[in-house]
């Protein structure tokens, strides 16, 4: 057997045994012992109870080990790769609901905005150190049939009143939640409560008592200046215990429909190194800005129909961020409302070229929507939503989402070779899931 870790004896001369001792007179056999029937009725008894005892244990034990097994949730690891998140095996507490989350009150008061680009490039060591204060450990305590289980994370810091945003999942089925700021040597835990979440975009905002506490919000930079080969640095919490590392890569693609959750957001993808913990963490521009919340990595293996494992390409280096200009708006609902929304026009519609102009080709429009009591009509060519030219979905989208369903989406469509203004208010689908 083939083993490149074997390990052999040294060869040598053989050592003799050592000689056999002198044959001890045996001593004379004892008298044996009477047993009476009672002696021999007690002993059975305890045989008995002995088994009985034992037999109970190794059911309970069998039983619960098999329900245990039952209830784990393993993650599929299929051939093709797949964006997966930094998410713990299920701990088996089906019975959990987001009523079990510790609750907190929303704030109209509060609402976040982008900083200003700034000029100047940082250094690494410039982006870290002033950062880095913004930053928090996430513990998320799950209460499951067998004991407690832990999911460790990132969060962004965001205002001076301990405002966190992060990602859903790291909260998701989970009862209690903590956070740790990375600057106190103490690692003292503060307890969180959950603002609001968006769980098909994976956001959550978190809150936590700050008084007599300094903090420093994150500068919020817009991800829409980002453009590939920009370089980006990721920072968070790999493995739960690698607290404030940081990572350099640059930005792979911008607008990468992410298949996670199927929810249509373009998502920044980056060659900056993620893994298990730095999820809910920061995606820094050369300004120190956080223009993303990392989310996903891309990993796997490869391989082509009825290759071997062995054959396999291992990927990597392929990780998700949410942009921070696109989940500002849901970000603002939720601390306002501590529920998210989703604006829509109300419509299908694909990217297309028509007589020489590029825009969004409408292909139907539902009934009983403003757009339709505007005049939006099928065939109709959207090169323009508030002043921005549109020619791609996500384009469209990011109009779409800063708008709002309380607010009137201003367009220019082109129908028969003539464009026409149209404007029209917009609708929440998920008021109308609800």
């Known amino acids: 057997m083939d083993n490149y870790l074997s390990s052999r004896w040294p060869k040598g001369p053989g050592i003799q045994p050592p000689p056999v001792p002198e044959r001890i007179p045996a001593a004379p056999p004892k008298e044996k012992t009477k047993w009476s029937l009672r002696?021999?009725?007690?002993?059975?008894?305890?045989?008995?109870?002995?088994?009985?005892?034992?037999?109970?244990?190794?059911?309970?034990?069998?039983?619960?080990?098999?329900?245990?097994?039952?209830?784990?949730?393993?993650?599929?690891?299929?051939?093709?790769?797949?964006?997966?998140?930094?998410?713990?095996?299920?701990?088996?507490?089906?019975?959990?609901?987001?009523?079990?989350?510790?609750?907190?009150?929303?704030?109209?008061?509060?609402?976040?905005?982008?900083?200003?680009?700034?000029?100047?490039?940082?250094?690494?060591?410039?982006?870290?150190?002033?950062?880095?204060?913004?930053?928090?450990?996430?513990?998320?305590?799950?209460?499951?049939?067998?004991?407690?289980?832990?999911?460790?994370?990132?969060?962004?810091?965001?205002?001076?009143?301990?405002?966190?945003?992060?990602?859903?999942?790291?909260?998701?089925?989970?009862?209690?939640?903590?956070?740790?700021?990375?600057?106190?040597?103490?690692?003292?835990?503060?307890?969180?409560?959950?603002?609001?979440?968006?769980?098909?975009?994976?956001?959550?905002?978190?809150?936590?008592?700050?008084?007599?506490?300094?903090?420093?919000?994150?500068?919020?930079?817009?991800?829409?200046?980002?453009?590939?080969?920009?370089?980006?640095?990721?920072?968070?919490?790999?493995?739960?215990?690698?607290?404030?590392?940081?990572?350099?890569?640059?930005?792979?693609?911008?607008?990468?429909?992410?298949?996670?959750?199927?929810?249509?957001m373009g998502m920044i993808q980056t060659s900056a190194a993620l893994n298990p913990g730095n999820s809910g963490g920061a995606l820094l521009n050369e300004q120190g800005q956080v223009v993303g919340i990392t989310s996903a990595k891309i990993s796997g293996l490869e391989r082509e129909s009825g290759d071997a494992v062995e054959n396999s390409v291992i990927i990597e280096n392929l990780g998700l961020a949410l942009p921070m200009s696109d989940i500002l708006p849901f970000v603002n609902r939720i601390l306002a409302t501590g529920k998210s929304w989703r604006p829509s026009i109300g419509i299908t519609c694909s990217e297309a070229e028509m007589n020489g102009r590029t825009g969004i080709r409408v292909a139907t429009v539902e009934e009983n929507v403003p757009a339709r009591r505007a005049g939006l009509q099928e065939d109709d060519l959207i090169v323009s939503a508030n002043g921005a030219a549109v020619a791609t979905l996500a384009e469209l989208r990011r109009e779409i989402y800063r708008t709002g369903a309380d607010e009137e989406l201003h367009c220019i469509v082109v129908r028969d070779g003539v464009e026409l203004p149209i404007s029209f208010g917009l609708i929440d689908k998920l008021e109308e899931t609800e």
């Not at 209830?71 to 095996?89: A, I, K, Q, T, Y």
């Not at 982006?127 to 049939?145: C, D, F, Q, R, T």
């Not at 999911?151 to 998701?172: C, E, K, M, P, Q």
Request: with cysteine; aromatic share 8%; charged share 20%.
């Open 39 to 264: 002696r021999w009725a007690v002993s059975i008894l305890c045989v008995v109870l002995c088994l009985a005892l034992l037999g109970g244990i190794s059911f309970w034990a069998v039983s619960g080990l098999a329900e245990l097994l039952a209830g784990l949730e393993l993650p599929e690891r299929p051939d093709d790769p797949s964006p997966w998140h930094s998410r713990n095996v299920a701990f088996g507490n089906s019975d959990w609901s987001t009523d079990d989350l510790p609750w907190g009150e929303p704030n109209p008061a509060v609402q976040l905005s982008l900083s200003p680009a700034a000029d100047v490039a940082l250094s690494g060591r410039e982006i870290h150190e002033s950062a880095l204060p913004s930053i928090v450990y996430i513990e998320a305590e799950e209460k499951g049939a067998f004991g407690l289980a832990t999911h460790a994370g990132t969060g962004v810091i965001v205002t001076r009143a301990g405002y966190v945003l992060t990602n859903y999942h790291i909260i998701d089925e989970t009862n209690r939640v903590r956070v740790i700021l990375l600057t106190d040597p103490n690692r003292a835990y503060h307890e969180a409560q959950v603002i609001g979440f968006d769980q098909e975009f994976d956001i959550a905002v978190l809150k936590f008592d700050a008084d007599g506490l300094d903090l420093t919000p994150a500068q919020l930079g817009d991800s829409v200046q980002l453009a590939v080969g920009d370089p980006v640095y990721a920072l968070g919490n790999p493995m739960g215990n690698l607290l404030g590392t940081m990572t350099e890569g640059i930005v792979s693609a911008l607008n990468r429909e992410s298949e996670v959750e199927s929810s249509g």
